[in-house]
């Protein structure tokens, strides 16, 4: 048997799905425990939760990327594995990305590999997606062709150790990010997403890819100072000897 995996849901507001993402997920045979994380005691995923086999985590922050920090902190098992409660993310995944683990630390999903792709994206959010993802990989070096895509595969220890702090939706630039600046292994693996069950999507196209557009400019001159800086520093390195 693959070692099993904590999984990790972020959920808010997510009534009409979440039942059904649940209710497919138990009994998986690679899911050890699952982490539903809250954004407040009165949202109405609350009942749904406690139908089921779910640790039920009310988290302290707000925000999509507090929910998946938090839930990661829980985690008790090697691995956890970035799971949404709209449907969108397809379980059969699971087996190949453990797979996968045995050599890589992170393993992220992609839409836009070959034998992937999206039944969710509007043509607006496709060629967003596109665009953040050649920037990211251009300028930020991150070797991923997907960098807004949330279905990732962590180990729970080196996640933890990345110390993020984007609580919201701009956790899906600096977890790569943070990743890659650390020299931590990974991979991408190419997905199919579903379309959402119900409800709407969370994500706000204008006021996100703003904000994903600042997070992308920050670690870039983040990347070009400390370029800097080691040129410098192996300057005077040889000027010494």
Excluded at 217 to 223: G, R, T
């Amino acid at each position: 048997m693959s070692e099993k995996i904590s999984l990790i849901i972020p959920a808010k507001n997510e009534l009409e799905s979440l039942e059904v993402v649940l209710s497919e997920i138990q009994g998986n045979k690679f899911i050890e425990e699952i982490i539903v994380v809250i954004d407040n005691e009165n949202d109405n995923s609350v009942p749904i939760v406690n139908k089921f086999d779910c640790r039920l985590i009310i988290q302290k922050k707000n925000g999509y990327g507090a929910a998946i920090i938090e839930g990661f902190k829980h985690s008790k098992c090697k691995f956890g594995c970035i799971f949404n409660a709209d449907f969108s993310f397809d379980p059969k995944y699971f087996g190949e990305m453990i797979k996968m683990s045995a050599t890589k630390d992170f393993v992220f999903g992609t839409r836009y590999a070959l034998n992937a792709g999206s039944d969710d994206d509007d043509i607006i959010t496709y060629i967003g997606n596109k665009i953040f993802s050649f920037i990211a990989n251009k300028i930020l070096k991150i070797k991923l062709t997907d960098i807004l895509f949330t279905y990732v595969l962590c180990n729970v220890e080196k996640f933890n150790k990345l110390n993020l702090n984007n609580n919201d939706f701009k956790l899906c630039i600096e977890l790569p990010v943070k990743v890659n600046e650390n020299n931590f292994l990974y991979s991408e693996i190419p997905m199919y997403e579903r379309k959402r069950f119900a409800g709407k999507k969370k994500v706000n196209v204008i006021k996100d890819g703003f904000l994903i557009s600042i997070e992308i400019l920050k670690n870039f001159k983040f990347f070009i100072k400390n370029k800097f800086c080691r040129l410098i520093w192996l300057y005077h390195f040889f000027q010494l000897i």
